[in-house]
């Protein structure tokens, strides 16, 4: 306090140099996501002006000089690379990140070659517009310009993404993501038996591990164990290790699984698949928190957090006498159900840039994203492999390409020829209807291009293109 009565003269300079919020103009027409985008912006400590048309903007940037300028590819009035032209007439050096649909992502390298600073194909998740609008806004725009005007290359964009964003987990968008990432939230702090329910592929274990880095454990083992792969007769030198010479084939002292988690988690994947003398030892371990190698006459306290997994009703198998009952509550303190990728729509191209990325690490590839046509496949297909499918599809495909975009023809037969019933939605792809279901879907949702593009199962932009090209008036 003191501090401050006595410089309060230097106040308004240390705010301007050092607090001052960076001001942030917003271009995007579509109200709902503008508000959305804009609430989270200032959440994180910017200042935000939002336009809804070019015009708009024009008369903003005559006025106001921004740090930075956030704008959408495309406008009803304007379209991105126009809309960069100007803003680095008035002000060269003011950095310009572009929103794309992934359909548009050669016409944001195009961007980035004359001058963007970056761009962010929909749909993005919160981490990474920070992480590209706090590189935009770090102030190394001499080196920037200097790459821009040499011309930014579809490989250098790659490479550009491989590095600015760090490896972490997806956690999606959606409601039934919002749902899952709550319960994560809720429960991690905790010492509860957390049971992660689930069909193959969902992603279970990323889950556990998620649980077990947001907890007091994180620093130490998280150790995962795949039950549906260890034999009943060797399980329980698996799970408790043994000394030499205790068995056949004990040719060394071994540390079990559950020794080696001491002060971490250990998570039991397929737990349903434990023998019932299996379930027994299991569930007297965890009872007395003590553990015997087998052969060995001394005990050993363990201190862990169980989590566990399963891909099956563990309730009906308690009826049928094939799992335990004192187990499964010893299990089930708490419940999560993870959501298959079919109901996590709007999380969908979310994970396809998330398994992109990973690919083109992997494989030594510069893949920039997917074809129109291949967006609206991945949008119709039910995916019952779940992540684990779309994570080998996406991997396969990113190898067989050989351009920018991965393309129809490099997908898998089943996704390019699905049986009927995945077919469930309707196809967009039909030229001489699709003027009619436009027009159909616009009348249906007063004109809201948004909820409209979202019946019709299209980007906006798509939408707007297909307006263009059959010259409807909307």
Request: hydrophobic share 40%.
């Amino acid at each position: 306090m003191i501090f401050l009565n006595c410089y309060t003269y230097l106040l308004p300079i240390f705010v301007e140099t050092h607090l001052r919020m960076p001001n942030i103009l917003l271009i995007e027409d579509d109200v709902t996501f503008s508000a959305m985008l804009e609430r989270f912006l200032k959440k994180n400590g910017f200042s935000v002006e939002a336009s809804y048309s070019s015009e708009e903007a024009q008369k903003k940037l005559s006025n106001t000089k921004y740090d930075l300028v956030f704008t959408d590819l495309r406008l009803p009035d304007d379209d991105g690379i126009s809309i960069l032209t100007k803003v680095k007439e008035k002000h060269p050096e003011t950095p310009v990140i572009l929103m794309t649909g992934y359909a548009e992502v050669s016409t944001a390298v195009k961007a980035m070659k004359k001058g963007a600073f970056d761009y962010i194909s929909k749909p993005f998740n919160q981490d990474e517009v920070l992480i590209v609008i706090q590189n935009a806004l770090k102030g190394d725009n001499q080196q920037k310009q200097k790459s821009t005007e040499a011309g930014a290359t579809p490989q250098a964009k790659a490479e550009k993404k491989k590095e600015a964003f760090p490896k972490k987990a997806v956690t999606g968008i959606s409601s039934a993501s919002t749902k899952l990432n709550e319960y994560i939230k809720l429960v991690a702090p905790t010492d509860m038996s957390v049971l992660i329910m689930g069909d193959s592929g969902t992603g279970k274990e990323v889950v556990a591990k998620r649980i077990h880095d947001n907890s007091s454990r994180k620093d130490f083992s998280f150790i995962a164990v795949d039950c549906g792969a260890i034999p009943k007769e060797i399980a329980a030198s698996e799970f408790f290790g043994h000394v030499k010479g205790s068995f056949t084939g004990a040719v060394n002292n071994k540390i079990g699984h559950f020794e080696a988690a001491n002060g971490g988690t250990i998570f039991l994947d397929e737990v349903g698949n434990l023998s019932y003398e299996n379930q027994i030892q299991l569930l007297r371990a965890l009872q007395e928190r003590k553990i015997k190698p087998i052969g060995s006459n001394q005990e050993i306290e363990v201190d862990i957090r169980l989590i566990t997994a399963t891909n099956e009703d563990l309730l009906q198998a308690v009826e049928k006498g094939q799992f335990r009952e004192d187990l499964y509550h010893r299990l089930n303190e708490f419940t999560i159900k993870v959501p298959n990728l079919y109901e996590r729509k709007e999380d969908l191209l979310i994970f396809a840039d998330h398994f992109l990325n990973m690919a083109n690490e992997q494989l030594n590839k510069n893949v920039l994203g997917f074809s129109d046509e291949v967006i609206t496949i991945f949008q119709q297909y039910k995916w019952p492999g779940n992540l684990r499918e779309m994570s080998n599809v996406i991997k396969r495909s990113a190898l067989l390409t050989q351009g920018d975009l991965i393309e129809k023809s490099v997908l898998p037969m089943e996704l390019t020829n699905p049986p009927k019933e995945n077919q469930h939605i309707k196809s967009f792809s039909t030229k001489d209807n699709e003027r009619d279901l436009i027009i159909n879907a616009l009348n249906e949702v007063g004109n809201n291009k948004s909820k409209a593009a979202r019946l019709l199962n299209i980007t906006r932009k798509t939408l707007y293109n297909k307006i263009k090209e059959y010259e409807i008036e909307a």
